[in-house]
T-cell receptor, first 108, second 115 residues
Framework: DAKTTQPPSMDCAEGRAANLPCNHS???????VYWYRQIHSQGPQYIIH???NNETNEMASLIITEDRKSSTLILPHATLRDTAVYYC?????????FGQGTELSVKP | DTEVTQTPKHLVMGMTNKKSLKCEQH?????MYWYKQKAKKPPELMFV???????INESVPSRFSPECPNSSLLNLHLHALQPEDSALYLC??????????????FGPGTRLTVL
């Protein structure tokens, strides 16, 4: 199964863009990349997903490299409420296989 | 309504008790999931139900027994648990299982402590 690799932690200044990287070098052609986040002890919250093209919604943008081996989640204007663990996931045959995630701390 | 609800929020049980966790969704989703999350770890898939039938059991011990009485409801029956089973139990749902292009919605979880 495709696996993801993320940095364990990152800091970001409030109001600045947060760019969270993810490597998924073994991804297959029909597997989607999903991003979820989890604020302390709550259920994971869906952010965005994509296959090949870049995607944008009201929460974030997802940039996927042309070879699909890596992606970046961009939170354009981070706020303190964006402090959370962010999971990059490759969805395999319907299953979400969570990696270790990146703990993002947004600081004033 | 894009909400998955779970009850109870917290549960403390002894190793000889029998208890149940409940999950409900009214989004018309036909796939429902149970995950287990230990502290400081990512969620791990336990079971998948598709059209009220068990599709996946990720080698979960038999002391955990899932049940899907109807398309909106998912239960997890607990019996003879061990202290290492203490965790956050998350329920999720999606339109269908097997599709890779639809969102899974998660509930807030049940925090289980086994004494």
């Amino acid at each position: 199964d495709a696996k993801t690799t993320q940095p364990p932690s990152m800091d970001c200044a409030e109001g600045r863009a947060a760019n969270l990287p993810c490597n998924h070098s073994t991804i297959s052609g029909n597997e989607y990349v999903y991003w979820y986040r989890q604020i302390h002890s709550q259920g994971p919250q869906y952010i965005i997903h994509g296959l090949k093209n870049n995607e944008t919604n009201e929460m974030a943008s997802l940039i996927i490299t042309e070879d699909r081996k890596s992606s970046t989640l961009i939170l354009p204007h981070a706020t303190l409420r964006d402090t959370a663990v962010y999971y990059c996931i490759v969805r395999v045959r319907g299953k979400l296989i969570f990696g270790q995630g990146t703990e993002l701390s947004v600081k004033p | 309504d894009t909400e998955v609800t779970q009850t109870p929020k917290h549960l403390v049980m002894g190793m000889t008790n029998k208890k149940s966790l409940k999950c409900e969704q009214h989004m018309g989703h036909r796939a429902m999931y149970w995950y287990k999350q230990k502290a400081k770890k990512p969620p791990e898939l336990m079971f998948v139900y598709s059209y009220e039938k068990l599709s996946i059991n990720e080698s979960v011990p038999s002391r955990f027994s899932p049940e899907c009485p109807n398309s909106s409801l998912l239960n997890l029956h607990l019996h003879a648990l061990q202290p290492e089973d203490s965790a956050l139990y998350l329920c999720a749902s999606s339109q269908w299982f097997g599709s890779s292009n639809d969102e899974q919605f998660f509930g807030p979880g049940t925090r289980l402590t086994v004494l």
